[in-house]
């Protein structure tokens, strides 16, 4: 089975996603998808896909980069994680030392979007720092 034939759900809500630029390319035993959209509820229907075919998100033979683009400075995010809070970090990488956590339905600022992985995001007290962006809805 091809890895195109077993993430079929995940590909198949990408292509009916608004999703521009979509990539799906099958390479050294990797699935990759890629492309760009301008709301967060089209990235969140390829994850909830994944999702519902890899519960912990743990899967080493696909990699999903759907960015979210054109969002301005200030616009305010919501934490959408799963029953957890976000780890708020001191640099964009889950080494980076934690600052730390905005509640599960917190709304939070976006400071900037530093990659397509990572957003510098601000809470109402104040505290900045990095987050991980799959878990922030516009």
């Known amino acids: 089975m091809s ?11 990408a292509q009916s996603a608004e999703i521009n630029d979509l990539k799906v390319v099958e390479q050294d035993g990797i699935l990759y998808i890629s492309g760009n ?3 967060s509820a089209a990235k969140n229907k390829v994850w909830d896909a994944y999702g519902e075919l890899d519960a912990s998100y743990s899967a080493s033979d696909i990699n999903i980069n759907i960015q979210i683009t054109g969002l301005a400075k200030g616009t305010p995010l919501t934490v959408d994680t799963e029953n957890s ?3 708020i970090r001191q ?3 889950i080494e980076g030392v934690i600052l730390g956590k905005a509640a599960k339905g917190e709304v939070v600022t976006l400071v900037e979007q530093s990659s397509s992985d990572w957003w510098k995001i601000k809470t109402q007290d104040g505290e900045e720092g990095y987050a991980y962006s799959r878990y922030l809805k516009a």
């Open 91 to 93: 640099e964009p990488s």
């Open 85 to 87: 809070n976000l780890n």
């Open 3 to 13: 890895l195109q034939e077993k993430y079929s759900k995940v590909v198949s809500a």
């Open 37 to 39: 959209t301008s709301t």
